[in-house]
């Protein structure tokens, strides 16, 4: 069994930054399938950005440039750097993992942008 922790969201100006962290414990490889999705009111859940087990990094073409994922192996922890926010980045955030052909998500945490 795979335990994923979110931390970091919260309320956010305009043109401000967050850093979400997604804590994963269990039996998980420090090299498996990460991502970061959301999900806005009455909208589908999306893919923001992901990094595969042989480290490739893909992003969602609307957080291009703006947002940053990386992965501390060590401590099984996937970041989510978010700069530049707009009202739109308003959603809840999910981690999501894959590993041994199980996927997992964690409970989610909100960003609200607004001033």
């Known amino acids: 069994q795979v335990q994923l922790v979110e931390s970091g969201g919260g309320l956010v100006q305009p043109g401000g930054s967050l850093r979400l962290s997604c804590a994963a414990s269990g039996s998980i490889d420090s090299f498996s399938y990460r991502a970061w999705h959301r999900q806005a009111a009455g909208k589908q859940r999306e893919l923001v950005a992901a990094?595969?087990?042989?480290?490739?990094?893909n992003y969602a073409n609307f957080v291009k440039g703006r947002f940053t994922i990386s992965r501390d192996n060590a401590k099984n922890t996937v970041y989510l750097q978010m700069n530049s926010l707009n009202p739109e980045d308003t959603a809840v955030y999910y981690c999501f993992a894959r590993t041994s052909g199980v996927d997992y998500w964690g409970q989610g945490t909100q960003v609200t942008v607004a001033s």
């Open positions: 990094i595969l087990p042989s480290g490739v990094i």
